[in-house]
């Protein structure tokens, strides 16, 4: 039975993966169809509408995947609103065309869509945005504001109350170095390290993330600020002198890049996770949405590049950017491919983190003064550092403050919310984590294993949004662990869509299959009370690993109690 279905219909802002012009973007869902014959028509429709609409200057792009057609025009700034309408419509005609059904009345609809976009047009903003180009000033727009300049020299005006061109001094306004983090894993920890390289420095650094806004000390807000409006929020801030902007593929794809032109962009990795979603149907996929952070880079930029990722390595194939590759093995052939040319990398040589550029070779730290890495049982926070320190040398931070701060930089609550802090609890250690993709959790479990137990306790729960396959991918992470106790706890939180106590049942059942005896499975009804299962079965020598998914405050209150 053939099915059409338009997903979603949203704006563009920024760089994306189809283009780099602003408009708005359609996620269609093809069953039963020929995909050539769909597009065929929606590009008939979208370029006719276009022109109707009076604008004919516009155009249309897409991508094809397995499950149907990610399908964007393009459209004047001030009107993306009306660009999504448009869109509608071209899709609505497009889908009655193959189902041989009756075409809805267009030319009644577009005389609508032109009298709501005569209202939404904003000439003035234009002309600022060109003006700002011009002068080769940074400006940045939201439904509610106008900015020109970054931090001490942001200025911000109501999107309704736009100065007169006349009235701009151009030369005051300045942009502050930037960077943006992307990747599977490691992007908070890696902006939040980075940051305390900069105050090392004496540079008051903003940072945002999927937990928060923050500028210097002072958290703005909580909450996930991976998108461009996080991203405006922190440039904005008179406080910031430097910025560490963590980018998540979600904010990619829904709006695009928050900003152009920034000086360094550093990838930490790329696995699966959050498959399905947006057209992103496999890791290939996923690292081409990862590498778009690369068309923000201005021509001096450095694109900062993990070498022992064969997914982010085959992406970079087709890369014109000045990269900066990083490696925790000095013999990795890209890395001795830059020690030839003269190029630059970031590796591991003697247990030292080593910088090289142009022929000269900076040690920068050794791992063992490297707080997170506990001497280089956390592996993955090995690659966290060399990934920053690429960043930080783009970004020219001197080597006594990127030092400095690797080594003061801890895995704690304070440091580090959610990524590997460590309690000292009653004789045991015990670890908390935010990890939830298999990579992720991989990680967090080698590094566990190699702290000597004499039992290991693990507490983990899954979102509902995982698919049965997904959640046995996890669990089957869990279980290198070789744990003496599993505990698997229900995150309300995140049913989305599944029963009650349904996800830690079938990992009961799933950890029996792989031969877990049911005595050494506990089920929870929550994070913390799973938590406090853990605890309570813990002895003094035993590692107990707790992967935090929610209640990670309440979390960290109860087991600071008890330090």
Not at 472 to 497: F, K
Request: net charge negative; proline share 4%.
């Amino acid at each position: 039975m053939i099915n059409l279905q338009q997903d979603e219909v949203r704006r563009l802002t920024g760089p994306n993966l189809l283009w780099d012009k602003p408009g708005a973007i359609a996620d269609l869902l093809l069953d039963d169809i020929d995909s050539h014959q769909v597009l065929t028509s929606l590009q008939r429709w979208s370029s006719r509408l276009l022109h109707d609409f009076g604008w004919a200057q516009q155009s249309s792009t897409y991508r094809s995947h397995a499950l149907g057609i990610n399908f964007a025009i393009s459209a004047p700034m001030d009107q993306l609103y009306s660009a999504c309408d448009l869109l509608e419509l071209a899709w609505d005609c497009c889908a009655a065309e193959c189902l041989q059904t009756p075409l809805p009345d267009w030319q009644g609809r577009l005389v609508e869509l032109k009298a709501a976009a005569e209202e939404e047009q904003n000439p003035q903003l234009l002309a600022l945005i060109q003006a700002a180009q011009k002068h080769q000033v940074s400006c940045l727009v939201d439904d509610d504001a106008l900015s020109l300049g970054m931090g001490l020299s942001a200025q911000v005006w109501p999107i309704d109350s736009l100065p007169e061109l006349t009235s701009l001094h151009w030369s005051q306004y300045q942009d502050i170095p930037r960077a943006l983090v992307t990747g599977t894993n490691g992007k908070s920890t890696s902006v939040r390290l980075a940051a305390h390289i900069a105050k090392a420095a004496g540079i008051c650094a903003g940072v945002t993330s999927t937990d928060s806004i923050r500028v210097g000390e002072d958290i703005i807000d909580h909450g996930d600020y991976s998108g461009p409006g996080g991203a405006r929020m922190l440039l904005r801030d008179k406080r910031s002198e430097m910025a560490f902007l963590e980018v998540a593929r979600g904010g990619i794809l829904r709006r695009g890049l928050p900003l152009t032109n920034v000086d360094a962009a550093l990838i930490t990795n790329v696995a699966s996770d959050h498959l399905g979603q947006y057209g992103i149907n496999n890791v290939e996929e996923l690292a081409a949405t990862k590498f778009v952070v690369a068309k923000a880079l201005d021509e001096q930029g450095i694109l900062v590049l993990n070498g022992d990722n064969h997914l982010v390595v085959e992406q970079t194939q087709q890369s014109t950017k000045t990269i900066c590759w990083f490696s925790t093995d000095e013999r990795n052939p890209l890395i001795q491919q830059q020690l030839a040319s003269g190029g630059r990398a970031v590796f591991v040589c003697n247990e030292q983190l080593v910088y090289h550029a142009d022929g000269v070779f900076e040690e920068i730290a050794r791992i063992a003064d490297i707080a997170m890495t506990f001497n280089g049982a956390a592996m993955h926070n090995v690659e966290n550092a060399l990934g920053v320190v690429g960043l930080c040398k783009a970004l020219k931070l001197p080597n006594r403050a990127i030092s400095q701060g690797l080594h003061e930089f801890g895995s704690d609550a304070q440091d580090n919310p959610g990524r590997g802090n460590i309690y000292q609890v009653n004789g045991c250690q015990v670890i908390v984590d935010f990890a939830h993709n298999e990579h992720g959790m991989r990680a967090v479990v080698d590094m566990a294993r190699q702290m000597p137990a004499k039992q290991y306790i693990c507490m983990f729960g899954h979102g509902g949004d995982r698919s049965d396959q997904e959640i046995e991918a996890l669990s089957n992470a869990v279980l290198g662990l070789n744990a003496d106790m599993y505990i698997p706890v229900e995150v309300e939180r995140y049913l989305r869509g599944r029963q009650v106590n349904e996800v830690p049942t079938m990992v009961k059942r799933f950890l029996m299959q792989k031969q877990v005896p049911q005595e050494a499975i506990q089920l929870a009804v929550s994070p913390l009370e799973g938590a406090k299962q853990a605890l309570a079965l813990a002895s003094p020598g035993d590692v107990v690993l707790l992967f935090v998914l929610d209640q990670r405050e309440a979390i960290h209150d109860w087991l600071s109690s008890l330090v």
